[in-house]
């Protein structure tokens, strides 16, 4: 529970307002769980703002996040709150006519196409899901991705979730929480289930 | 992202559907950004599956969850997964008829709903939010808490959130994630924003 009160008023040049409204970039880290589950609570605040939501999976499980997806898009259908576009790495991107044939390319395209909608302000919030793998592995570089996020035009916020963020990243970021993982259920041998873990 | 295969399986007479399948405890604690956000992921999960989701909200403020509120009545509401019900302590509860004097009794008629709810099986996943502030300040009893929680009947999964989760609800609880503060914008005078903080 956050105090309302900053212990720090810097001597930006802002106002209160400008200051508190201005665009951040998130990252959710670290083993435990709920890395991406807190990305898509955030997503519900969005979409009761009327905010135009994105969501990136830079996943290929098709069994993941179905349940965040639907209640989403269904959220996102009725009208009385934000848009919902639901993008996924699993299905080889609706943008993309060609085979891609791995997964790094898969990737890559996939922050090709955040460029181009941060660059037109599509979303006003982004969930770039497990996009910390492929920063994390070198396929895309984490410093384009540091200086596009810097220089995106308007308000737009940014979420990246995923494990091993890299530190620049994480330098870079506004709102950086580590999950660690305190207990898991896989550890006493009860594997995922439906409802719990999709 | 948990591997599919657990390091242990357990001689513990069950099937690995049966083990799958047990109902969990989840602690969400820590002093970082998404406890809660992650809790009410979760819920998104269990509307999708079409379970029966209360909410049990252990926090005074009006302006806190309002998007989260919003987003899970709607989608309870569009009969399409399963059922929200969302109460409110900043309320006084919808079933306390008389005044409540102090923060410390109306959290206690809360928990003395949700004792009443488990032995009724009224939800599939119970979201209390909040519950580990009135179990560290000692105005619930966390032993009677895990004693609830370890007899409640059928298939009911629940989530507490809060700083400062007792160490004992820590040992007890299948699930356990520690939200760290690794960075915040309120460190470098940014205050909460619409949409993002509720």
């Not at 395209?109 to 770039?128: I, M, P, T």
């Amino acid at each position: 529970m956050p105090k309302g009160q900053p212990t720090v008023v810097p001597d930006d040049g802002l106002t209160t307002r400008q200051r508190r409204n201005r665009p951040l970039v998130f990252v959710h880290t670290g083993m435990g769980k709920g890395k991406s589950t807190a990305a898509f609570g955030l997503a519900l605040r969005a979409w009761n703002q009327g905010w135009p939501v994105g969501v990136f999976q830079f996943v290929k499980s098709a069994k993941w996040r179905v349940g965040e997806e639907r209640a989403l898009k269904v959220l996102g259908e009725t009208g009385e709150g934000g848009t919902v576009a639901w993008h996924k790495m699993g299905e080889g991107w609706s943008w993309v006519q060609r085979d891609i044939s791995s997964s790094e390319e898969a990737a890559r395209e996939g922050w090709e196409q955040v460029k181009r909608d941060l660059a037109a302000e599509s979303y006003r919030l982004y969930v770039l899901d497990e996009f910390a793998y492929p920063l994390h592995w070198g396929w895309i570089d984490t410093q384009e991705v540091i200086s596009v996020l810097r220089d995106r035009p308007g308000t737009q916020h940014v979420v990246v979730t995923g494990r091993n963020a890299p530190q620049e990243l994480v330098d870079f970021a506004d709102l950086v929480t580590d999950m660690s993982k305190v207990k898991h259920p896989m550890d006493t041998g009860q594997k995922g289930q439906r409802g719990i873990e999709w």
